[in-house]
């Protein structure tokens, strides 16, 4: 199998088609176009990060794209079909999964490979924003063109160039601004000019409500970014892009932007969010397993938990964004009602010394940073991946660092359905199933495991956990002992934990 590098394309799965059952593979989707067509060129303009007058509009519509017609695809080893759910009162609606085969419980087993459910959806562009961010060796990072004119991009200047991007000749970003999830291509060209100390360097970026639809420009904004290195100031097709993808937001009676609307990702069930299932590139699960080996086991206890993950590397930061997508991936529930007064786990993907005001106030989020000095900031975070290195300065959470049997025993049976899906792959026996499928799955059904246990225990005549129902959720009765009391907690389940602490050898 042709291992797939970082810079791969995201997947557009939003455009595949139901499948065949008189076709052995359906065609590939289509990729999305590199550019669009140029229109005469306009003049340039420069407009600094703090330049006054723009009204603020980063509270605006924090929705999740999610239109009111979803299609859900039900699934058994005999056939798949789809079914249109439509939104209650004209709201989002909701992708309606059915998981093939058995209902959930504590005493079925993860059924892969072969069985496979994909959410697809209707989806309207909304590009609330379209930027570019260069470098001046006087007034540093600033915004030089910006669409609409007076909306509010202060600190989008230093999300969108990492901290030690000099050093790299280009890279793309993932961060969030208030309400809206950003995508910036960022590049490095040498230059022969004094004035420039020797090298031009710039970020295109688009701001949107949710990050499902940023994938589908990465090309174009690639395309952008070079061009502005070679002819800056050409921003016609920028113009034309924002024109053509620009969002409607809605107004009020006073003419403001209106803010982030009841129906956003915090109000709606939390499982297997549809951003979780279509933003992700290709090979970006199987290289997260590859980095992080057995290590992915103790991040996705820190997952579960819904601690603050923060995650550091020195630049480039784009394949470091996937890891933050990946670790969200890891706490994915499909029962419902689980998780539902547990703080969101949210990925804010790349962060600076900006977002310190943000991350005081945030009780759970996957992140990641190329600035060394958050090591030393412990208030803002409670695990820090340096690399491979995963570690907490929480007392408490020191005993989830070690891995123990039954984390060593999940992971070999996920290397092993790795290894079963990459051979019927080879030998052309399989040609729907991927990766990432298998990935999220195998830890959706092992957290749907661990809470369907913990729920009948909860309701049973006698709410004890017994070491029995502890082994029957694939966990270790002794060594995952402090993870339980912590889980019991975070999600409030009433259940008594008789389980003993193992004695002093």
Partial sequence: MVKQSDRAPLLDWEEIPPPD??????????????????????????????????????????????SSKSTAITCTPAKCGTAVVAGGNG????????????????????????????????????????????????SGNMVEFCLPHDIDLDGVEFKSMASGSHRITNDFIYFRKGCYFGLACFAN????????????????????????????????????????????????????????????????????????????????????????????????????IQFFGEQIMVLWKFALLRKRLLIFSPPPVGVVCYRVYCCCCLANVSLPGVGVSVPELRPFFYINVADIGTLETEVSYVACTTEKIFEEKKDLYDVYVDNQNVKTHRSHLQPLLRLNAADKEKYRKLSEQ????????????????????????????????????????????????????????????????????????????????????????
């Fill in 91 to 138: 709201g989002s609606g909701r992708p309606q999964t059915v998981l093939c085969g058995q209902p959930l419980g504590r005493d079925r087993a993860v059924p892969f490979p072969g069985l496979l459910v994909r959410d697809q959806w209707e989806e309207k562009d909304q590009i609330v924003a379209v930027f570019v961010v260069t470098f001046d060796t006087r």
């Fill in 189 to 288: 060209m040498p230059v022969e000019s004094e004035l420039e100390r020797g090298a031009r360097m710039k970020s295109v970026g688009i701001l949107c409500p949710s990050y499902t639809l940023l994938y589908r420009y990465m090309h174009f904004l690639e395309n952008q970014v070079r061009l502005q290195l070679q002819s800056p100031g050409q921003y016609s097709p920028l113009e034309a892009f924002y024109e053509d993808k620009r969002a409607v937001l809605p107004l009020t009676g006073n003419g403001l932007v209106t803010a982030c609307p009841a129906w956003s990702v915090t109000t709606l069930n939390r499982c297997m969010h549809p951003e979780m299932k279509i933003t992700h590139p290709a090979g970006c699960m199987s290289q997260f």
């Fill in 418 to 505: 790795r290894q079963l899906l990459l051979y019927s792959q080879e030998v052309g026996e399989d040609c729907t199933s991927n990766e990432e499928d298998l990935f999220i799955l195998f830890f959706m059904e092992l957290n749907n495991r661990i809470f369907q246990t913990l729920s009948d225990v909860a309701g049973s005549v006698d709410p004890t956990l017994t070491a029995d129902h502890v082994r029957a959720m694939g966990l270790d009765p002794q060594g995952d002992r402090s993870f339980l009391v912590d889980l019991l907690e975070v999600y409030g389940v009433d259940v008594t934990l008789v389980i003993d602490s193992p004695c002093c050898t």
């Fill in 21 to 66: 059952p008189n076709q052995a593979c359906p065609p590939p989707a289509q990729p999305p176009p590199a550019s669009l067509p140029r229109d005469e060129d306009a003049p340039p303009r420069k407009k600094s990060s703090q330049a006054s007058g723009r009204r603020a509009a980063t509270d605006a519509l924090a929705g999740t794209g999610w």
